[in-house]
């Protein structure tokens, strides 16, 4: 295998996705300055200068743009490298969405907030300048107390598909295919970090990061992590209050309940996909697919090639 290829690939998908995101942004505020009659150059500079000045309306605009340019480009990328190689009969019971991983991803999204929220407090205290300055346009989508259906829809559904696909789908296994699943992990939770391209955001996006890539690579694909990106992102949108409030009003408990039921949960997620409990299918070739995460083990690719794999998906 080309190591550092394959890395560098799981890099540049990263870059792919932060390019797609100026054009969305890019291409939109052209449209609007020019509808607006203020002028491409003085529309683009605001957008450069803050996102808070730009009407919610039109940052929408941009994140519906852009989620539709990832799902195209990496929803090939992702289909193409990661899935249809690897691809095996379908099963009638392995690799769904059973009650027992649905409440423990509840209860992680719980969890997950809580560690999210003990993050941010603490940035507070070590970085208040820096913590009070902080915001993207993300967030801007939803402050004030507003409601937009949007605004909702692109938080709470589309941002985390598009996300799961960028980091968990094509950066991880990229990554994965040359290294541990530590390193894997780190790295596109790194990343995954840097795409929010703020400081404050991306530390606690990195720690949330991290636990997305062990429920993608437990689940030997993308779907779990995904609905835990969807529950993590509508706990903070619709009872950021609630997230905010009771550690201020409790705060050691807040914090030791949602680290202890992170770890449980994590625990009872990760024995839940055990291989003895998960059957593995033959794949038409009657080669081994590496769902149970068989470091190291040999496959045969759809072209009939050998190659050295360690964490594919199947048919998510």
């Known amino acids: 295998m080309n190591r550092p290829g394959n890395i560098a690939k799981s890099i540049l998908a990263a870059v792919v996705a ?3 995101l100026l054009a969305a942004q890019i291409i939109v505020l052209t449209v609007t300055g020019i509808q607006s009659g203020d002028g491409v150059i003085r529309t ?13 309306t039109v940052l929408v605009r941009c994140y519906i743009l852009f989620t539709v340019l990832v799902f195209v480009l990496f929803g ?50 070590l970085m208040p300048a820096l913590y009070q300055a902080s915001g993207n ?7 004030n107390g507003s409601f937009s259906l949007w605004a909702a829809l692109y938080i709470i559904i589309l941002a985390p598909i598009a996300e799961e696909l960028i980091f968990r789908g094509v950066v991880y296994r990229y990554a994965r295919l040359n290294m541990s699943f530590l390193g894997a992990d780190i790295l596109q939770a790194v990343l995954f970090g840097i795409y929010h391209m703020n400081l404050i955001q991306g530390i606690y996006a990195f720690v949330i990061g991290l636990f997305l890539g062990f429920v993608a ?5 993308i779907r779990y992590s995904i609905l835990l990106h969807i529950l993590f992102n509508a706990f ?29 949960t994590m625990y009872v997620y990760a024995f839940e996909f055990k291989p003895s409990r998960r059957k593995v299918p033959q794949d038409t070739r009657g080669q081994l697919n590496d769902l149970d995460g068989l470091a190291g083990g040999r496959e045969t690719g759809a072209d009939g090639s050998e190659y050295r794999s360690r964490d594919t998906d199947n048919d998510r």
């Open 137 to 143: 346009a993300v967030s801007n989508l939803a402050e």
């Open 76 to 125: 090939i990328w992702y289909q193409a490298r990661f899935v249809r190689p690897y691809a095996a009969p379908r099963r009638k019971t392995s690799g769904r969405f059973t009650l027992l991983t649905i409440l423990t991803l509840i209860l992680l999204g719980v969890g997950t907030q809580l560690i999210a929220q003990l993050i941010m407090n603490a940035e507070e205290k």
């Open 44 to 56: 683009l500079t605001k957008m450069a200068q803050s996102s808070a000045g730009i009407d919610k």
């Open 236 to 264: 903070g949108f619709f009872f950021s209050s609630f997230f905010e409030g009771l550690p201020a009003l409790l705060p050691v408990p807040s914090y030791a309940f949602g680290i202890g039921v992170t770890i449980f």
């Open 18 to 20: 932060i390019l797609l």
């Open 217 to 221: 690579s437990k689940g030997r694909g």
